[in-house]
């Protein structure tokens, strides 16, 4: 039987490092933007899903969302697992791919591998984070939503309901799965926006990509990156920060 397979991306104004920042401007297209049709490029997916808080101030996110063609889901904004469960629980989702909004270089095949160790190799869980070992911002996870629920029921803590997935991780019984990257230098890479250097980082970068629809993979921007080291160096004081650890969720809530 086949399973349905939903990305949700979650996306709010408020975020606390950098208020606004999924709306703010690359080539063109907002980062949220980048970040969605990027997502809508994962091999095996029947969907992407856009989970945004309820509340008038992030209407201009829901609105930017639809204009990329994602689906809006709008619930509670710190429980952000509730959230998730109850996107997951509208769209019929069986299987559920994570990625954060702030995230413009989220690569659609390496998606579709951790994808590939839940859907085809039978793990509850996956991510290609355990250890990291990809840039910083490919960082993604899929599950079932049968673990979902699990976790939407039994999680307690603040952490664990704020961060969607670390009740997942740390469960003993969660069959999990890690798809290892290079590491090394590629490892420390940033590619996510939390500060300014962040987005002087991507505006610098974008500049020697093609543009939309073209989506350079992970090795192209690699490429770019090792002919032109300045544009790494533009955030590098913030490379080692919000680094995901085991039993960690990914990162801030966006």
């Known amino acids: 039987m086949t399973r349905r397979t939903i990305v949700i991306v979650q996306a709010r104004m408020t975020s606390t490092r950098l208020p606004g920042k999924v709306l703010m401007d690359l080539d063109g297209q907002s980062v949220l933007a980048h970040t969605l049709f990027r997502c809508a490029a994962i091999p095996g997916i029947d969907g992407v899903c856009c989970a945004i808080p309820e509340g008038e101030i992030h209407d201009r996110v829901a609105v930017e969302a639809k204009a990329a063609g994602a689906i809006v889901f709008r619930g509670a904004e710190h429980d952000v697992l509730d959230r998730y469960w109850r996107a997951a629980l509208a769209l019929g989702a069986d299987i559920v791919m994570r990625v954060t909004s702030d995230c413009p270089l989220a690569d659609p095949q390496i998606c579709g591998q951790v994808l590939q160790l839940v859907a085809d190799d039978g ?43 670390p009740w997942i991780r740390a469960h003993p019984s969660v069959r999990k799965a890690n798809l290892t990257g290079p590491g090394g230098w590629v490892a420390d890479q940033r590619w996510t926006l939390d500060f300014d250097e962040d987005l002087d980082f991507f505006r610098a ?50």
């Open 123 to 165: 793990a509850d869980y996956a991510c290609n984070n355990m250890p990291p070992s990809w840039p910083h911002g490919l960082d993604c996870e899929a599950f079932t939503f049968d673990v979902l629920n699990r976790a939407a029921n039994e999680a307690k803590e603040l952490d664990q309901r704020e961060h969607v997935t």
């Open 205 to 254: 970068l974008f500049m020697e990509l093609p543009p939309l629809p073209a989506m350079p993979s992970t090795n192209e921007i690699l490429g770019v990156l090792r002919a032109q080291p300045h544009i790494a160096a533009l955030n590098a004081r913030h490379h080692n920060v919000s680094r995901p650890t085991v039993p960690a969720a990914m990162k801030e809530n966006p």
